[in-house]
């Protein structure tokens, strides 16, 4: 008999938007695997796609900054959301952000000891912050993209909750306003879309086989004949492509047209993006 938790049954449920039944079900069948029994509520046609797996409990905001040499993208958490709306808490993760324009690389946790415009590291910053505040206060990653010649760089929050932010960087001419505006366009649409690569080679094989094998699982759930099943899964594969990869994604300002078309159309080449959304990897 499968052993798991009625919390497992609740988390299975928020991740994926099945029915609870389902999710029992489904953790029965994986024996407790939380990981399998969304693959099994997915090809059953019971998991929503609009929730995803791997969401984490913790509240805050994301931050963009830039100076001379870069532009930086932080995620800065909280305990509760309560927090993250205090214009004290925001104002930190600006002054996070702005540090970590300045210093190139992606570890958050390097950044520390640098010192922000005060004279303050921003590990001490974050300690006053903890005292004042009364939670615990965690500076969780950081994104730098570095200007350069041929490189446009363009930032979006979502600046009501302040909890999706994203860099894009084109090959390109940064003096063209074209470019600049169109940069700052894809920045919206990885936004509005969460793309998980740029592209199809980037996908690990071992993702694209799972992949494969649920949706042949679902493909035969819903009854078509075993001979059809691989012509139907390869062009359901190329769906998902179209779903995770940005630059095969139909632009959300222009459907007919997808993201890297719409790139070169305007001389320019998507060259990558980073995606902080509070609380998810």
Do not use: W
Request: aromatic content about 4%; some cysteine.
């Amino acid at each position: 008999m499968a052993e798991f938790t009625a919390k497992m049954v609740m988390e299975l449920r928020e991740q994926t938007g099945a029915g609870m039944m389902d999710a029992k079900k489904a953790l029965t069948e994986a024996d407790g695997d939380m990981e399998k029994a969304r693959d099994i509520l997915r090809a059953k046609g019971q998991a929503s796609a609009a929730k995803r797996a791997g969401r984490a409990a913790a509240e805050g905001i994301v931050a963009v900054a830039s100076d001379a040499d870069g532009t930086s993208l932080i995620e800065l958490n909280s305990e509760t959301d309560f927090v993250a709306r205090n214009e004290d808490f925001k104002k930190l993760a600006h002054e996070i952000a702005a540090v970590a324009a300045k210093h190139p690389g992606d570890d958050a946790g390097a950044l520390m000891d640098e010192k922000a415009s005060d004279g303050a590291t921003i590990r001490q910053k974050i300690d006053a912050a903890v005292g004042k505040i009364g939670e615990n206060l965690v500076f969780r990653r950081k994104v730098r993209f570095d200007t350069g010649p041929n490189r446009v760089i363009a930032s979006y929050v979502h600046t009501v909750t302040n909890k999706i932010g994203v860099l894009v960087e084109l090959q390109g001419d940064p003096n063209n306003a074209a470019h600049q505006e169109l940069a700052k366009s894809i920045a919206m649409h990885v936004a509005a879309s969460r793309p998980q690569y740029l592209k199809r080679d980037e996908v690990p094989a071992d993702v694209v086989e799972r992949e494969k094998a649920v949706l042949a699982e679902k493909t035969r759930n819903e009854g078509k004949p075993e001979a059809a099943i691989p012509k139907i899964v390869e062009g359901r594969v190329n769906k998902f492509f179209e779903d995770v990869c940005l630059v095969d994604q139909p632009f959300v300002r222009e459907p007919s047209k997808k993201v890297g078309q719409l790139a070169s159309e305007a001389g320019a080449e998507v060259r990558r993006f980073a995606l902080f959304q509070v609380g998810q990897e």
